[in-house]
């Protein structure tokens, strides 16, 4: 079965190191998305991308970036950890057909110390 | 940015009761869609809508996309313990791809 897939599942880092979160999906969507989830803030949009190459900024982008080398992966790098970027970080993925119709992986919690 | 208001953002009912929660937004969506969180896990989509007073039922739920195509609402008929958790409202904009969610609706139910 098709699935999405996010590791690690449990993150704990220090602040400034650089941190990369995977998320793999084996849909073969074009579309992939990155949100955190805080209390009192529901899920927010980081980054998102339409396809290989392809990244945009979304409401919550400072601090974060991704890259797009193929359809299955977006990894979402921290590059010099916060303690404000402490959250649970969801991946999701959309395809072309049922657009908006996303799905999500099951999380990863950071804790940034 | 656009926002989705949800509400209420609570609930705790008895088992049985029904359940009503709905999403309103300043802009219009192409498409909404309701999902579903249990703790420790991603949310997962319990209905999409796609047209302006469709109505579409998934067993207990059923939810409406709102004439003016700025609300939607989710019914839950007859709860039962597994319904417990949050549920998010999300919309599509016109010409993206992207959604925007709501705060979300924390149900708890009482035995």
């Known amino acids: 079965d098709a699935e999405i897939t996010q590791s690690p599942r449990h993150k704990i880092t220090e602040t400034g190191r650089q941190v990369t979160l995977a998320c793999h999906q084996t849909w073969n969507h074009n579309n992939m998305f990155w949100y955190r989830q805080d209390l009192g803030h529901g899920l927010r949009l980081i980054h998102y991308s339409y396809g290989v190459q392809d990244t945009n900024k979304g409401e919550v982008s400072d601090g974060y970036s991704v890259s797009r080398s193929n359809t299955e992966d977006l990894p979402l790098t921290l590059e010099s950890a916060a303690s404000s970027q402490t959250s649970v970080y969801f991946c999701?993925?959309?395809?072309?057909?049922?657009?908006?119709?996303?799905?999500f992986g099951p999380g990863t919690r950071l804790t940034v110390l | 940015g656009q926002q989705l208001n949800q509400s209420p953002q609570s609930m705790f009912i008895q088992e049985g009761e029904d359940v009503s929660m709905n999403c309103t937004s300043s802009?219009?969506?192409?498409?909404w869609l309701w999902y579903k969180q249990d703790p420790g896990e991603g949310p997962v989509l319990l209905i999409a809508l796609y047209k302006a007073g469709e109505l579409t039922s998934n067993g207990r739920l059923t939810a409406q996309f709102g004439i003016t195509r700025k609300d939607s609402f989710l019914n839950i008929s007859a709860s039962i313990p597994s319904d417990v958790g949050i549920y998010f409202c999300?919309?599509?904009?016109?010409?993206?791809?992207?959604?925007?969610f709501g705060q979300g609706t924390r149900l708890t139910i009482n035995p």
């Open positions: 999701a993925s959309s395809g072309r057909d049922r657009v908006g119709e996303q799905f």
């Open positions: 999300a919309g599509r904009p016109q010409g993206a791809q992207k959604l925007v």
């Open positions: 802009s219009i969506f192409n498409t």
